[in-house]
């Protein structure tokens, strides 16, 4: 699947909106990715991550784990094609963890995978406990990546999409001072 199948993907699901977004790494921008619109879809959920899966069948990975919510369902399908664990972090306490009986052994060969990337701190935390676990990190699928390449998790990163949207700090948001309102989407909001 071509990058411009995927954008086509989540256009035509209404993924990718326009307009003046709070993300959840706290800064704003003008475009949004809704995730869920495309995930809603299982035909689409399959897809994508039968190419993700693709990127990552010669690493021999034992498990995939991404972070709740969406990671879940990413995690799920990647394992099945690569016919492995599927696992998921969440916070605890606000840090990321695994819980449920979740276990990465020492020394199992680990794919992460997560849906959005703006700055990367959500795989961060997963590579962390990944790390504390003993296991070992031979990579990081990525739906979409908005950090536009930039992000460095030290390992092979493939994203099927890549997008280079602009990022801006509250007090430095044009769209702010333009008084253009800002919209809360995902876990903070509509």
């Not at 190419?51 to 099945?80: C, Q, S």
């Not at 990337?117 to 504390?132: D, F, H, L, N, P």
């Amino acid at each position: 699947m071509e990058e411009a199948q995927v954008r086509k993907m989540l256009l035509d699901t209404g993924a990718i909106l326009e307009g003046h977004f709070l993300l959840t790494s706290g800064l704003h921008s003008p475009l949004y990715v809704e995730k869920f619109q495309v995930l809603q879809w299982p035909e689409y959920t399959a897809k994508l991550c039968a190419v993700l899966a693709e990127r990552f069948k010669k690493d021999a990975v034992d498990v995939v784990v991404g972070p709740v919510t969406g990671g879940i369902l990413l995690a799920h399908e990647v394992g099945k094609n690569l016919g492995t664990r599927a696992i998921f972090t969440e916070r605890e306490n606000g840090k990321m963890t695994l819980r449920r009986g979740f276990v990465i052994k020492p020394g199992e060969r680990v794919l992460i995978v997560e849906d959005i990337v703006t700055t990367g701190g959500s795989v961060q935390e997963v590579i962390e406990v990944v790390k504390e676990q003993g296991g070992e990190l031979v990579g990081v699928g990525l739906l979409v990546d908005r950090s536009g390449g930039k992000v460095d998790f030290g390992v092979r990163t493939e994203g099927l999409l890549q997008l280079v949207v602009p990022t801006y700090k509250p007090e430095t948001c044009p769209l702010c001072a333009s008084g253009v309102p800002v919209t809360k989407r995902g876990r903070t909001g509509k």
